[in-house]
């Protein structure tokens, strides 16, 4: 039998980033440049806690707003479920897509039927766009330096 490297295992949580625990409760991961979200979804009043605060304290814009509940929304389940989030790095535009992703997973994971109607709004679709990283001896990772002809 082959030992797992500890590569191996985090590869596995990668491509596993949705777990069903014993009660019922789903737990969810999304990503989005380097923002990441682990959310908790359980079946309650429609109740948002985000790094302990309120959903509205810390996602203050409407548009981030709408970005985290585009999923419930998509599927009518805006008071069903109670969500706890961790969110992490990035800024909150970022966490704001991480928190939408996650979601989007863990109601797919709870009823495989929603597939069709999340994918169909894009809400299944990681965002893999990054940061450029910066070249060694430039200022950044574009920049050049100028150009001179004589």
């Known amino acids: 039998m082959i030992e797992e490297t500890t590569a191996t295992k985090s590869i596995k949580t990668l491509i596993q980033p949705v777990k069903v625990g014993k009660k019922g409760n789903v737990t969810a991961t ?26 509205a304290d810390y996602f203050t814009t409407v548009s981030m707003q709408n970005k985290v509940l585009k999923p419930f929304d998509t599927v009518n389940a805006i008071k069903a479920y109670d969500v706890t989030v961790k969110t992490q790095g990035g800024g909150l535009n970022g966490q704001a ?27 299944l679709t990681r965002d893999p766009r990054r940061r450029e990283r910066n070249k060694p001896g430039r200022a950044g990772a574009r920049k050049r330096f100028q150009f001179s002809k004589r």
């Open 97 to 123: 897509g991480a928190v939408s992703l996650a979601i989007a997973r863990a109601l797919n994971s709870i009823d495989s039927e929603l597939r069709p109607v999340l994918k169909q709004n894009g809400l």
């Open 30 to 55: 999304g990503r989005r440049k380097t923002a990441v979200a682990t959310i908790r979804l359980i079946d309650g009043s429609g109740k948002i806690r985000i790094n302990g605060r309120e959903f």
